[in-house]
């Protein structure tokens, strides 16, 4: 059965490049960068093969980061590859046993095991003036592989649990999208504690090496540096560790079994008033207002769509940051382009996703039948509701922390209309081609299937470049404000960007409302066949 499962896994793995040649395309980029990554890895290996102290690190170091990246993952993008989930195999007569040991096998085919596979293979270059340490080594490497994958197993099983909740599941991707955007930032600030952090470096990588993280490479690290005693207590330990890590893991599976559908998230119910449209009964009782309201209702809960909500504040407040610390040395802060032109451009785009994140409920906008002017007024409505007023707040945030009062008109008219400029580019996109999300009720982070895929990212690609050069003259206005010292010419520049913003969405709405009429029953076979 264990044999059955694995070929089913390898059989999926293998249906996704079937008569998809973008699919080898990328995959064999894929395999291009992991193959330079696996090759400079492996210099660094040989390179500090050697140096006892210096494999220490080496092995410690980079084995506890292989697990980490197994281990955090599961929290951000659990539910991604349910081909061997227990949803889908409870119909059949699998023991858990198998199921366990189908998924650990399992988990190696995929770029991302077969990577990380060869990855833990080079980490024996280091020790090739330690013989006695290979020995370790092959303990070692079949002990990662167990506690790796059962702890990284045991987090998806849990996640999945709390997943069942949309409250708590757009609070995990949140955080984990937070802690994503502001790792950067986060890294740069404290890039003047290295020296210390590095001068503590040996005490901490030792420390780290009698952990659930790393304690299994810690037996050929302690190998290494002729430390028996310290390799003896990472052997003991690491058994501990991939005997409880799987047998929670096979725990969790039992219980999972049993109760197969039970995490799949419950409907809330709850009593309203006669009469309470709740949102809806904010909006014009018209069909412009209907969509209205229920596109706010899209980008605010759905967590496909609500990233964005988290994402440009965040974005805002970090930058807005480091500019203000930047301003205060009396430099330039260098993040404008991006926060007044990129951002506000991303915010608008939101709307050429709306009608994939509607999936087969976009029928409802085909048989009702409705205008196609309705439906673009409705959605761009919705999206300027939620983006507008973060777009400004945005804007006046990093004006006041950067100290660029003088600049703020300009500012402000350019991300106006680089939102404006977005929604419109969006409202005829979306009509075009329909772009792949994942499917209602899916983890955020699960890249739908398509088989063109690769040539809808080429055509985004360009869609996106059109955007941004649509920011010129507004930069240019920038620019000779800057270079004259002139503040009129920011303000003669911001009205001219609302001028070109309020072109730019108005052209788009009408083009896409005019396309919608014309195509809208072969938008809804596009979206049906991605669902």
Known sequence: MVAVLVKLKWAYFKAGFRKNPWAWVGIIFGALYALGGLVGFSFVAVMLSGNPDAVFTFLVGAGAVISLLWWVVPLVVSGV????????????????????????IGAFIGLPGI??????????????????????????????????????????????????NRRSSQLMNTLAFLLLIAAGPLLGFASTGLVALWER?????????????????????????GQWGGASLC??????????????????????????????????????????????????????????????????????????????PAFYIIFAMMNSAIYVNGESGGTNFFLVVFLPAMAGYLFAYLVSYDNSAFSMHVLAPLRGIDDRIGRATGVLVV??????????????????????????????????????????????????????????WKTQRNPDGFSKGIARAGYMLVLLASSIPGLVFWGVQEFTSN?????VGAVAC?????????????????????????????????A
């Open 81 to 104: 590859d349910a081909t061997l989930d227990p949803d889908r195999l409870v119909a059949y007569p699998i023991h858990t046993k198998d199921l366990q040991l189908g998924q650990f």
């Open 115 to 164: 990577i990380t596979l060869l990855l833990m293979l080079a980490m024996v270059l280091s020790l090739l003036h330690a013989p006695l340490a290979i020995l370790g080594f092959l303990s070692a490497f079949v002990l990662a592989c167990v506690t790796t994958i059962a702890v990284s197993r045991f987090i998806t099983v849990v996640s999945l649990r709390l997943r069942s």
């Open 201 to 225: 470096a040996p005490w901490i990588v030792d420390a780290v090496s009698f952990t659930p993280l790393a304690s299994f490479w810690g037996i050929p690290a302690h190998l290494v540096k």
């Open 235 to 312: 052997l003991m330990l690491s058994v501990i560790y991939a005997t409880v890590a799987w047998w929670l893991w096979h725990h969790h599976l039992v219980k999972t079994m049993r109760n197969v559908g039970a995490y799949a998230g419950n409907v809330a119910t709850k009593s309203v008033k006669t009469g309470d449209l709740g949102l809806l009964g904010k909006f014009p009782a018209t069909p412009r207002g209907a969509i209205a309201a229920r596109t706010v209702l899209t980008i605010l809960k759905d967590p496909r769509a609500s990233f964005m909500v988290v994402m440009i």
């Open 387 to 444: 983006m507008f007023p973060i777009i400004v707040l945005g804007t006046l945030l990093m004006a006041f922390v950067s100290g660029e009062y003088a600049s703020l008109p300009i500012m402000m008219g350019l991300s106006v209309m680089m939102l404006l400029n977005g929604i419109g580019l969006g409202a005829y996109m979306d009509m075009v081609i329909t772009l792949p999300t994942p499917p209602p009720g899916t983890s955020p």
């Open 487 to 491: 503040s009129l010419w920011g303000w």
């Open 498 to 530: 609302l001028v070109i913003g309020c072109a730019s969405i108005m052209l788009g709405l009408r083009a896409g409302a005019h396309r919608y009429d014309a195509k809208a029953a072969e938008t809804l076979q596009r979206v049906t066949r991605a």
